[in-house]
């Protein structure tokens, strides 16, 4: 079975800032989504940024991106100049690309950004 | 584009009594629709995955007759919770996606249910 491991409860960055939240999964897939998605204290979930795993190039969204590595299956976000409004829980999927088409979530990394 | 809403965003109820919540996508036809329940600081926990005009699949350990998830049309989705106790307080999160090859969920606002 899949999981998706987020070992980083709590991550604080000061305002400018740049800060990298990491994501670990398992599965024994070649094909396959992870995503990473952002969680205010209104609860609406974001899509912050997506990335193919056929896809060697690491996924970039403005000041946000990706360090994909497939083979050790670790997926980090990055965020640059960090923001207030980026403070918020900050969870990791996975999804298989055939079949089921339902998430796997990682527990979440609240990050906190200091003025 | 991609907009997904729920209705009601909060909703109290006496135990006992049923509670319905609408998923609906607004600018897309979501061929799957997800229901989540998230509790205080914890992450998503996937309760069932709908497909427009079939059953619903349930996750394990998620009673099937005290949610009940009708997916009627393209984009609209609903959750019923039957026979409401306090320990069914929670939030609930509706996701859609257009299905197919389309990979990614898009969330819905959520809706903050409490059973007295």
Known sequence: AQTV???????????????????????????????WY????????????????????NATE???????????????????????????MYFCAYRRASGTYKYIFGTGTRLKVLA | GAVVSQHPSRVICKSGTSVKIECRSLDFQATTMFWYRQFPKKSLMLMATSNEGS???????????????????????????????PEDSSFYICSASSGGGADTQYFGPGTRLTVL
């Open chain 1, 38 to 57: 952002k969680q205010p204290p209104s609860r609406q979930m974001i899509l912050v940024i997506r990335q193919e795993a056929y896809k060697q190039q």
């Open chain 2, 55 to 85: 059953k619903a699949t349930y996750e394990q350990g998620v009673e099937k007759d005290k949610f009940l998830i009708n997916h009627a049309s393209l984009t609209l989705s609903t959750l019923t919770v039957t026979s409401a106790h």
């Open chain 1, 62 to 88: 403005n000041r946000f991106s990706v360090n994909f590595q497939k083979a050790a299956k670790s997926f980090s976000l990055k965020i640059s100049d960090s923001q207030l409004g980026d403070a918020a």
């Open chain 1, 5 to 35: 491991t987020q070992s980083q409860p709590e991550m604080s960055v000061q305002e400018a800032e740049t800060v990298t939240l990491s994501c670990t999964y398992d599965t024994s897939e070649s094909d396959y989504y992870l995503f």
